[in-house]
């Protein structure tokens, strides 16, 4: 599975959109990306993932560039419950174990 | 979605002593893994346990240090033996249920393992 790269730590003001990087400058054209959180003292959580298109449900908007070497992770309204860190995964069959990166630790202050 | 428990939620226990974690999870799933999360670290995935075969661990990770059991489809125990304050981390299970397309991994809440 491609490595990625993200920002140690972000924040975010409070009802703002949180913007979250990913570099995955070395996926391959089967390797879809992932995005997990884990809140503090909690087992991380799904949140999106996608191949190529834009993906969007109640959580989340994952925009990924045309030739997929990045993606951000948008969370529309911010708030203090999604203090986080947040995890951008590259795997390439769903089933497959996953292998987690150092992540971005999403601070949302009010 | 599943849920998958584990006990216990955090424990301490002496070097050189073993303890041995539980998960269990509410559907029957094929695959089970175990990750460990040391103090401010990411989760490294220790191995992964499927029901009637050995668990298959990751580099760095030994059998005789974390043997696993997989007794049916919804339970499985990892082991950790002969601990030492270095063992001290946060162990998590995890499974995929068959019902979502293998994209969704749940996580159970982790045990807290403090070794003095």
């Known amino acids: 599975d491609a490595k990625t790269t993200q920002p140690p730590s972000m924040d975010c003001a409070e009802g703002r959109a949180a913007n979250l990087p990913c570099n995955h400058s070395t996926i391959s054209g089967n390797e879809y990306v992932y995005w997990y959180r884990q809140i503090h003292s909690q087992g991380p959580q799904y949140i999106i993932h996608?191949?190529?298109n834009n993906e969007t449900n109640e959580m989340a908007s994952l925009i990924i560039t045309e030739d997929r070497k990045s993606s951000t992770l948008i969370l529309p309204h911010a708030t203090l419950r999604d203090t986080a860190v947040y995890y951008c995964?590259?795997?390439?069959?769903?089933?497959?174990?996953?292998?987690f990166g150092g992540g971005t630790r999403l601070m949302v202050k009010p | 979605s599943a849920v998958i428990s584990q006990k216990p939620s955090r424990d301490i226990c002496q070097r050189g002593t073993s303890l041995t974690i539980q998960c269990q999870v509410d559907s029957q799933v094929t695959m089970m893994f175990w990750y460990r999360q040391q103090p401010g670290q990411s989760l490294t995935l220790i191995a992964t346990a499927n029901q009637g075969s050995e668990a298959t661990y990751e580099s760095g990770f030994v059998i005789d240090k974390f043997p696993i059991s997989r007794p049916n489809l919804t339970f499985s125990t990892l082991t950790v033996s002969n601990m030492s304050p270095e063992d001290s981390s946060i162990y998590l299970c995890?499974?995929?249920?068959?019902?979502?397309?293998?994209?969704?991994?749940?996580f159970g809440p982790g045990t807290r393992l403090t070794v003095l």
């Open positions: 996608g191949l190529k």
């Open positions: 995964i590259v795997r390439a069959r769903a089933g497959n174990m996953l292998t």
């Open positions: 995890s499974a995929y249920p068959p019902r979502n397309s293998y994209n969704e991994q749940f």
